[in-house]
């Protein structure tokens, strides 16, 4: 079956400019996860959804950060006014069982 | 003091030798354990999962948890030269949904 999608694959942006980010969960996934990754780092967690419900977004880095899933299925992150440090692959996950199926991610680079 | 701590490598292996990933872990009351496989510029794709002190053996590729001593590795068996990647150690702690990944350890087998 399909897999989690993610959507700009690439995105270039110019500092200050706002973003958006779209997942895709795997059909019938309650959990989503968003972790952002920099270059030659693991992926650090950003906010969790069950369902349309963000139980935990302790790790979005400020305020510049946000995340909705409202429909409790797609999911978008986007980021205000992005700078240079927002650069890296954010990658969203659905969960079934305990496992964690990783979609591919986007590359957001700011110039 | 990172909460996952890998060796980031390189590790260089020849072709048909065992390969041993290590990581080690700060949260004591960590509870589920994984290992993911990232291929440069893809997504990290799970390989296994651990939950309870031991061995978990899945065709070349062997987990072992010691939570007395912090410790999660993966053994690889006969490596191939398509083992190479980078092998990331995630954590799930008691009560929490989201993944703690360590840095990740570069594996190289040379054919």
């Known amino acids: 079956g399909a897999g989690v999608s993610q959507s700009p694959r690439y995105k270039v942006a110019k500092r200050g400019q706002d973003v958006a980010l779209r997942c895709d969960p795997i059909?019938?996934?309650?959990?989503l996860f968003w972790y952002q990754q920099a270059l030659g780092q693991g992926p650090e967690f950003l906010t969790y959804?069950?369902?349309?419900?963000?139980?935990?977004k302790s790790g979005l880095p400020s305020d510049r950060f946000f995340a909705e899933r409202p429909e409790g299925s797609v999911s978008t992150l986007k980021i205000q006014r992005t700078q240079q440090e927002d650069s890296a692959v954010y990658l969203c996950?659905?969960?079934?069982?305990?496992?964690?199926?990783f979609g591919p991610g986007t590359r957001l680079l700011v110039l | 003091q990172k909460e996952v701590e890998q060796n980031s490598g390189p590790l260089s292996v020849p072709e048909g030798a065992i390969a041993s990933l290590n990581c080690t872990y700060s949260?004591?009351?960590?509870?589920?354990f994984f290992w993911y496989r990232q291929y440069s510029g893809k997504s990290p794709e799970l390989i296994m999962s651990i939950y309870s002190n031991g061995d978990k053996e899945d065709g070349r590729f062997t987990a072992q948890l010691n939570k007395a001593s912090q410790y999660v590795s993966l053994l690889i068996r006969d490596s191939q030269p398509s083992d190479s990647a980078t092998y990331l150690c995630?954590?799930?702690?008691?009560?929490?949904?989201?993944?703690?990944f360590g840095s990740g350890t570069r594996l190289q087998v040379q054919p």
């Open positions: 959804f069950q369902n349309e419900a963000q139980l935990d």
């Open positions: 949260d004591r009351v960590s509870q589920s």
């Open positions: 995630a954590v799930k702690g008691a009560g929490r949904r989201a993944l703690t």
């Open positions: 996950a659905s969960e079934y069982q305990e496992t964690q199926y």
């Open positions: 059909s019938g996934h309650v959990s």
